[in-house]
């Protein structure tokens, strides 16, 4: 009488809609769309922007290159700060 191990119970609770440690996954909502939207339609394609919302759930690829882009834009800001106010300050 072997335990099943801990992953596994997991994988077969998150494919169901539960995430690991209970209650519903975070991306469980889009997948349920996307799924719907595919029960109704004999192509696929019709069904692109519903895909994508649940891929962008899952792996958050566009969130994290706006992330990206905003650090980099927060670092050129603090970089012309600071260059502005050492220009100023050799002025004083």
């Known amino acids: 009488d ?3 191990p801990l992953f ?9 809609g539960h995430s690991a440690f209970g209650g ?3 991306c469980y909502d889009h997948f349920a769309g996307f799924q719907e939207c595919m029960k109704k339609t004999t192509n696929p ?3 692109t922007l519903e895909k994508e919302d649940y ?3 899952l792996h958050m690829t566009k ?3 706006r992330g990206a ?3 980099q834009e927060v670092q050129k800001f603090l970089q012309r700060k600071q260059t502005g106010q050492a220009a100023h300050d050799s002025q004083h």
Not at 8 to 16: A, E, F, I, L
């Open 63 to 65: 969130m994290k290159t």
């Open 55 to 57: 891929f962008e759930c």
């Open 8 to 16: 596994s119970r997991s994988c077969v609770r998150m494919s169901y």
């Open 69 to 71: 882009v905003f650090g």
């Open 24 to 26: 519903v996954s975070r």
């Open 45 to 47: 394609q019709l069904c």
């Open 2 to 4: 072997t335990e099943e």
